[in-house]
């Protein structure tokens, strides 16, 4: 569509509501599962099934439009401008994590401790209580048992140099995509990919010790909850975002993206920054204050 003004509307598509129809039986499926039923795990699986032909269905129609031309500037403005919402609307998500985190430290605590305008004080709890962050004996009898808090220089500490490294990585990438250099847009790419994945084995590591070796766990009082809460649905931001990468990559060995026609190659980019500029946050005010 060569007219600037014009705007490409798609055609009807059943993909919405295959996807539709594959969350509602996974979520079944879930909820199934948790009651001990034996049908649950089968409906999950296809629930499962279904949503991955969904992606591939509906994303392989997109990327077929997007290289047919079919797309124009308008077109392309009204996706930056869907990106840049969705990022916003991400960035409003871990916000309010962070601030039930901010709010537990800042004021529970101390209120709970006697501190403050607070009617809740420590004379209202067990004997012994204490006012500290984290406070790792949780709770009378140490219920749940007592646990040890993550410490912030070992694999948060590398993980923190590996998703820099992965931002550093994919500029690198995007400026040789502008640069027609594809070979280190391959390669660029290629190392933001893999170092994705390690960041997620490290976390998966990190988990593993957590549980085996300090005792912390969502049953570890409010700093158990907001620890695997955060670093948790982090975690699935990156692998979502290593995954798109991953696509990316595949799109680029193809040959599918010029030095003035690459907003997939964009909008991936932008999200795997907001996922390292998070962790910041995370490495910050979760492991290191």
Request: proline share 3%; net charge negative; glycine share 12%.
């Amino acid at each position: 569509m060569s007219d600037s003004t014009l705007y490409y509307i798609p055609e009807p598509s059943h993909w919405p509501i295959v996807g539709s129809v594959g969350l509602f039986t996974t979520l079944i499926g879930a909820a199934l599962m948790m009651l001990d039923s034996a049908i649950g795990s089968w409906l999950l699986a296809a629930g499962i099934l279904i949503v991955v032909l969904m992606m591939f269905g509906w994303f392989g129609t997109v990327i077929g439009e997007s290289e047919s031309e079919t797309y124009n500037a308008q077109v392309d403005l009204s996706f930056r401008w869907g990106m840049f919402w969705f990022i916003f609307s991400e960035v409003m998500f871990f916000a309010a994590f962070f601030g039930a985190l901010y709010y537990a430290r800042q004021y529970s605590l101390p209120w709970l401790g006697g501190e403050g305008p607070g009617i809740l004080t420590n004379s209202y709890l067990w004997q012994g209580y204490e006012a500290l962050w984290p406070y790792t004996a949780n709770g009378p009898g140490e219920v749940g048992g007592a646990f040890t808090h993550m410490g912030a220089w070992g694999l948060p500490a590398i993980n923190t140099l590996i998703l820099l490294t992965s931002g550093g990585t994919v500029t690198w990438a995007h400026h040789a995509l502008k640069a027609g250099h594809r070979g280190q847009l391959i390669a660029g790419l290629f190392l933001t990919v893999a170092l994705g994945f390690l960041f997620i084995a490290l976390q998966a590591l990190e988990y593993m010790h957590a549980f085996t070796e300090l005792n912390l766990n969502l049953g570890s009082g409010i700093y158990g909850s907001t620890f695997f809460m955060l670093t948790g649905f982090h975690g699935l931001h990156v692998t979502i975002g290593a995954i798109i990468l991953t696509v990316v990559l595949f799109r680029c060995i193809s040959g599918h993206f010029t030095p003035n026609r690459h907003f997939a190659f964009e909008a991936a980019a932008w999200y795997w920054h907001f996922v390292d500029v998070v962790w910041l946050g995370l490495f910050v005010f979760v492991y290191w204050l």
